[in-house]
Nanobody, 114 residues
């Protein structure tokens, strides 16, 4: 199983980024996919998830600003991040889950700073 995250970078407050996570080695369509983040000195936290059926769930801190989506044909999950704030600065990880089986990607750094 491999989850390859990309799309992070440095962006000014109020800006946008789109993260991508390409999966291989799994039957992608069957998996719940999610984005999590970990800021320095803090625990990893949920950002957003999307089920195999397309149901989405968001952390309160990102509702209305972030959108999770998936393209089953491309085996990829996306996180569109708008109106970014300095407190969104973190390493963002994608995760897949199917029953008790789960895997994490390697993380991509997002830095929001002027």
């Amino acid at each position: 199983v491999q989850l390859q995250a990309s799309g992070g970078g440095l962006v000014q407050p109020g800006g946008s980024l789109r993260l991508s996570c390409a999966a291989s080695g799994i039957t992608f369509v069957n998996n719940e996919m999610g984005w999590y983040r970990q800021a320095p000195g803090k625990e990893r936290e949920l950002v957003a998830t999307i089920t195999s059926g397309g149901t989405k769930n968001y952390a309160d801190s990102v509702k209305g600003r972030f959108t999770i989506s998936r393209d089953n044909g491309k085996r990829t999950v996306y996180l569109q991040m708008n109106s970014l704030k300095p407190e969104d600065t973190a390493v963002y990880y994608c995760k897949r889950r199917y029953g008790r089986a789960e895997s994490w990607g390697q993380g991509t750094q997002v830095t929001v700073s002027s």
